[in-house]
Every structure is written in C-alpha cells, then in structure tokens.
C-alpha cells in the first residue's frame, strides 16, 4: 500500500487542521493507519490511530480531546482532524499503516511522505 500525507501549513495557535492520507492499493482496508509527527531535533512519535474498520481509535495524551481521527475506506482515505492547535504541535506528520493498531513506530512498514504542519504563537 502507498500512502500520501497531505494537508499540512501555517495555521495560528488555537487553529485547525485537517490532515489526509491518500492510500492507493486494493489492500487499503486491510491495514490500520497510524499517524505520527517529528518535530524539529526530536524523535518522531505516535500521534492517532485507527483500526482498518475504524471501530477502535487511539490517541496521543498530547492531541487527545482535541484531534480526531477518521477514515473512508471508500476513498481509501484517512483524516486527521486536528484543533487548539498550539505551537508545540509543529512538526511534519506522517502517516504508516500496518495490519494492527499499535502506537510502536516500529511496527509500520509502510510509510507516506510527510506534511509539515506550523503552528504560529
């Protein structure tokens, strides 16, 4: 599966934002997607994730209450809808998929090219 991160850009502190990741391949449902973010001189970390049906979602302590995930396997597409954007959340974010939800970077095989999100204080 190939995947596509996109919808990134410069957004206020107290903004939002919604993130895409486009996926091609008949194996989309198959997989669960994850997203996660590096920012600037940091390791790149777990930020939400969702079951290939979207039954189950999981968040980052740092986005939880106010990001939320989703996913159309009829558009083979999952968002990531992102608000009370604060200037720590800078970072390019990714999205993987892999065939279970788990927050372990490592676990993912298949990666998309990143968007960079800024947040301006």
């Known amino acids: 599966v190939q995947l596509q991160a996109s919808g990134g850009g410069l957004v206020q502190a107290g903004g939002s934002l919604r993130l895409s990741c486009a996926a091609s391949?008949?194996?989309?449902?198959?997989?669960?997607i994850g997203w996660f973010r590096q920012a600037p001189g940091k390791e790149r970390e777990f930020v939400a994730g969702i079951t290939w049906n979207g039954d189950r979602t999981f968040y980052a302590d740092s986005v939880e209450g106010r990001s939320t995930i989703s996913r159309d396997n009829a558009k083979t597409t999952v968002y990531l809808q992102m608000g009370s954007l604060k200037p720590e959340d800078t970072a390019v974010y990714y999205c993987?998929?892999?065939?279970?939800?788990?927050?372990?970077?490592?676990?993912?095989?298949?990666w998309g090219r990143g968007t960079l999100v800024t947040v301006s204080s």
């Open positions: 993987a998929a892999h065939l279970l939800l788990t927050m372990r970077l490592n676990d993912y095989r298949y």
């Open positions: 391949g008949r194996t989309f449902i198959n997989y669960a």
